[in-house]
């Protein structure tokens, strides 16, 4: 097997909703796919890894275009579903300190912790504000110099450019009372967890994140590949998009390849945005081992605050022994750990549309906007 990146120049010209392009597409998928299931004696599997690729496929149908031969698993690319509750726990007491304002992004604010979720919280009179981006923090910090502004910030690797900017700014403008309080997964630490061990999930390909590429690249997957032995194509989220990407994976398991394809060319460059990455390095310190909700420790797949910047690290105000009473365990069933970690689909979760459901949610996975178990519940997939 080989493990090289190619390029799709054509992509940028297509119409990514033609209806034409779609339905040839799907064609030639089933007829692959069905040969392909025919060789194997059962259904190929294929993970998007990414939240918004599960909400494109059943937003846009793209389930009822494809056969039962084929069956989507649902990865773990969902930030808000890996959250762990003891983060939330510790941006809820952040939030009761006296003179705080705590903000973050609009779906933090309904994931549950070991107790309450920060929406909970603002009830119960906690100044808990929704921001849509981390630079409006510094605007709250200059209006409230009497307060002390934290920023929850929380993402994959496709935020955390913008979080490290922000720090950045606030660094150099020598705001006093802004301070963030990170909780960034890195997707490639997260991935090799979930598949280089003892019994990983058995997969047949995997179609990879478009957003998390954008900032990291193509190239950067080689490696993961050649481990696995798994084709990944990079998507964008258009039907054109996932369903050519889908086609890719299933030529490469005709023709017994594996390899990095990035047919996100009009998005995702080969090295990343080195940018977005320079500011994620000088911010930040990597591999950190860190606990994330669903997937336990995983190696390398946090990050830091480095030294310059400590001043800025919400952390700095947590109570580290009421923070180390928390535990996962006490919270959500194991179901939504085996959806999470694709063992398991949402419509299989026996809690699922019954004692779990948007109003009232067991697990992040309701949750989320990127969520598998909201996905199937919003498009209403129920089988």
């Known amino acids: 097997m080989n493990s090289t990146t190619s390029a799709n120049s054509g992509s940028t010209a297509l119409a990514f909703k033609d209806q034409t392009i779609v339905q040839t597409l799907a064609k030639n998928i089933t007829s692959l796919a069905n040969q392909l299931a025919e060789l194997k004696k059962r259904p190929l599997q294929i993970m998007e890894v990414c939240g918004g690729h599960t909400h494109a496929i059943y937003r846009f149908g793209l389930d009822q275009l494809l056969p039962d031969t084929l069956e989507f698993v649902h990865g773990p690319g969902c930030p808000v579903c890996v959250l762990p509750p003891e983060a939330v726990d510790n941006a809820i007491a952040l939030a009761q300190q006296p003179n705080t304002i705590l903000a973050s992004f609009g779906d933090t604010l309904r994931v549950p912790g070991s107790a309450n979720s920060l929406l909970q919280a603002k009830a119960l009179g906690a100044d808990v504000r929704v921001l849509y981006s981390p630079m409006d923090a510094l605007q709250l910090a ?54 280089l061990q003892p019994n990983p999930v058995k997969l047949d390909g995997l179609i990879g994140p478009g957003h998390v590429s954008m900032v990291i690249g193509s190239k950067v997957y080689e490696d993961f590949v050649t481990k696995t032995d798994l084709p990944l194509v990079i998507a964008g989220f258009e039907p054109v998009d996932l369903l050519d990407a889908l086609y890719q994976i299933l030529l490469q398991i005709e023709q017994g390849e594996s390899r990095v394809e990035n047919r996100y060319t009009r998005v995702v460059q080969e090295q990343g945005n080195q940018a977005a990455l320079k500011s994620i390095h000088e911010v930040f310190d990597m591999d950190i081992d860190a606990n994330w909700r669903g997937l336990g420790e995983v190696s390398g797949s946090g990050v830091h605050i480095k030294d310059k910047y400590r001043a800025y690290d919400a952390q700095q105000f947590i109570n580290k022994e009421e923070a180390n009473k928390h535990s996962e365990t006490q919270l959500e069933p194991i179901y939504c750990q085996q959806v999470m970690t694709g063992q398991l689909r949402p419509t299989q979760c026996p809690k699922f549309n019954s004692e779990c459901i948007p109003e009232h949610p067991l697990g992040a996975l309701m949750v989320s906007s990127e969520g598998a178990c909201a996905a199937y519940y919003q498009y209403k997939i129920r089988a």
């Open 142 to 195: 200059t209006q409230h110099p009497d307060k002390r502004i934290i920023f929850f910030a929380i993402g994959f690797d496709t935020t955390m450019p913008g979080i490290a900017y922000s720090i950045q700014q606030a660094y150099q403008q020598q705001i006093p009372n802004l301070f963030f309080y990170c909780h960034h997964i890195r997707l490639l630490p997260t991935l090799e967890g979930l598949f």
